[in-house]
């Protein structure tokens, strides 16, 4: 349970209120406009709670990462959209025309900031910076999940000069991974896949102590493979964690947890459209061919163990599925999710990716908008922006 204040604890009544947001949307890198407006579409819960409560909303946050200058100005058009509403948008945060646009607003209006990463001070946490940043406000409300594993200046540094409370999202991202991971509907099985073994070992070691079953897929697969003796071929394996996956097999027979891994896999000498592919047992990629996707046999696998889980949480796809040709797999483990009665969790990152590119989103009792930050989560790691916020 989040035992941290919300701002249905805290009157803003009047109040100026600076909000963190994760308004860290993908923009196309030709046109400049926004690919997903997910993160946006999450963050008007709090905006319209603090417009219809007569606070006078300030909005910052960051996008892409410092020293890329990126803009958030498209992000003030579509959030007007949204909120049917003209989002005033501020270039120059600290010029002395902002403090008197700031100065000047009325209850009900909203102000969005330039990108808080083209300052170096907002990843170094500077605090002379998050106290400029927090005179804007009278009142901190954090909703930015997706940085909330962070302690930047406009997520943790600004906590320090304000009284500071969640947004509605952060309640409900904690909520689900907390009650997916920590009070489950069991059996709880969980998915890892992804490429690397050595992102995602503090996440494994954690599962094993909460998990029923694991099942992991993905390149991560191969490292795991090549440490039971299999012939892996050219797949992605690291050697210098071949100890890691053996040490993490034998944590699972010693906390009675069943690690299920891939038993055959769609491979090819390529990792194109246009690649040739065979399907071979897991064990047994030929020279000179890596696997790319779970096989036929693998998927029904996977597919029994969705049926009966009571939580399904995933964390990391089990192929290349940004290449249609090794899609399929994520794809199936997808959709029986998403036709399966347990609790469905996606942690964010790749896994809402795979999940929104086959448009089952609706159909998941809950995907994350914070790749990281779940992670992290899931790790069993205090969340810096989080941590910092009052107390209930
Ligand atoms: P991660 O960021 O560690 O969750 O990894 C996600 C990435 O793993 C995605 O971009 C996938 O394309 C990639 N991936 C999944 N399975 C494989 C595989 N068998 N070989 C290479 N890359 C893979």
Same mark, same amino acid.
């Given at each position: 349970?989040?035992?941290?204040?919300?701002?249905?604890?805290?009157?803003?009544?009047?109040?100026?209120?600076?909000?963190?947001?994760?308004?860290?949307?993908?923009?196309?890198?030709?046109?400049?406009?926004?690919?997903?407006?997910?993160?946006?579409?999450?963050?008007?819960?709090?905006?319209?709670?603090?417009?219809?409560?007569?606070?006078?909303?300030?909005?910052?946050?960051?996008?892409?990462?410092?020293?890329?200058?990126?803009?958030?100005?498209?992000?003030? @058009?579509? !959030?007007?959209? $949204? /909120?049917? *509403?003209?989002?005033?948008? =501020?270039?120059?945060?600290?010029?002395?025309?902002?403090?008197?646009?700031?100065?000047?607003?009325?209850?009900?209006?909203?102000?969005?900031?330039?990108?808080?990463?083209?300052?170096?001070?907002?990843?170094?946490?500077?605090?002379?910076?998050?106290?400029?940043?927090?005179?804007?406000?009278?009142?901190?409300?954090?909703?930015?999940?997706?940085?909330?594993?962070?302690?930047?200046?406009?997520?943790?540094?600004?906590?320090?000069?304000?009284?500071?409370?969640?947004?509605?999202?952060?309640?409900?991202?904690?909520?689900?991974?907390?009650?997916?991971?920590?009070?489950?509907?069991?059996?709880?099985?969980?998915?890892?896949?992804?490429?690397?073994?050595?992102?995602?070992? @503090?996440? !494994?070691?954690? $599962? /094993?102590? *909460?998990?029923?079953?694991? =099942?992991?897929?993905g390149a991560m697969t191969y490292t795991?493979i090549k440490?039971?003796?299999g012939k892996i071929g050219n797949s992605l394996c690291?050697?210098?964690?071949?100890?890691?996956?053996?040490?993490?097999?034998?944590?699972?027979?010693?906390?009675?947890?069943?690690?299920?891994?891939?038993?055959?896999n769609?491979v090819a000498?390529?990792?194109?459209?246009?690649?040739?592919?065979?399907?071979t047992?897991v064990n047994?990629v030929p020279?000179?061919y890596m696997g790319l996707?779970?096989?036929?046999?693998?998927?029904?696998?996977?597919?029994?163990?969705?049926?009966?889980?009571?939580?399904?949480?995933?964390?990391?796809?089990?192929?290349?599925?940004?290449?249609?040709?090794?899609?399929?797999?994520?794809?199936?483990?997808?959709?029986?999710?998403?036709?399966?009665?347990?609790?469905?969790?996606?942690?964010?990152?790749?896994?809402?990716?795979?999940?929104?590119?086959?448009?089952?989103?609706?159909?998941?009792?809950?995907?994350?908008?914070?790749?990281?930050?779940?992670?992290?989560?899931?790790?069993?790691?205090?969340?810096?922006?989080?941590?910092?916020?009052?107390?209930?």
């Open positions: 349970m989040l035992n941290k204040k919300s701002v249905e604890d805290i009157n803003v009544s009047h109040k100026r209120v600076l909000v963190r947001c994760d308004f860290n949307v993908p923009l196309d890198k030709q046109t400049g406009e926004i690919t997903s407006d997910k993160r946006i579409v999450e963050s008007l819960k709090t905006i319209n709670y603090l417009i219809d409560n007569n606070a006078k909303v300030i909005l910052c946050s960051h996008i892409g990462k410092t020293g890329q200058n990126k803009s958030l100005e498209k992000v003030a @058009d579509r !959030l007007s959209e $949204l /909120l049917n *509403k003209k989002v005033i948008f =501020i270039k120059e945060i600290f010029s002395e025309d902002t403090m008197e646009i700031v100065n000047n607003m009325k209850d009900g209006d909203v102000i969005l900031l330039e990108n808080t990463r083209i300052f170096e001070e907002e990843e170094k946490n500077d605090p002379e910076f998050a106290k400029k940043l927090a005179s804007f406000g009278e009142i901190f409300v954090n909703d930015a999940f997706g940085s909330a594993h962070r302690a930047h200046a406009s997520t943790e540094g600004v906590t320090k000069y304000l009284p500071s409370v969640c947004g509605f999202l952060i309640k409900k991202e904690i909520e689900a991974l907390d009650g997916g991971i920590n009070n489950p509907k069991r059996p709880l099985l969980a998915i890892v896949g992804g490429s690397k073994v050595s992102s995602k070992i @503090d996440v !494994l070691n954690a $599962l /094993l102590d *909460k998990v029923d079953t694991l =099942i992991i897929g795991f440490a039971q003796g690291e050697d210098d964690k071949l100890q890691v996956a053996a040490d993490i097999l034998n944590k699972g027979l010693k906390n009675e947890v069943r690690i299920l891994l891939p038993v055959d769609v000498k390529e990792m194109s459209e246009d690649a040739e592919t065979i399907v047992n047994e020279d000179g996707d779970i096989g036929p046999k693998t998927t029904d696998l996977f597919i029994q163990e969705i049926k009966v889980a009571g939580t399904v949480v995933w964390n990391g796809p089990v192929g290349v599925f940004e290449i249609d040709k090794f899609a399929k797999g994520t794809e199936e483990i997808a959709n029986a999710m998403a036709n399966s009665n347990a609790i469905t969790i996606i942690g964010g990152g790749d896994s809402a990716a795979a999940v929104e590119k086959f448009g089952l989103e609706d159909k998941m009792s809950h995907v994350s908008t914070g790749g990281g930050a779940s992670l992290e989560f899931m790790e069993g790691k205090k969340l810096p922006g989080i941590e910092a916020l009052e107390d209930k």
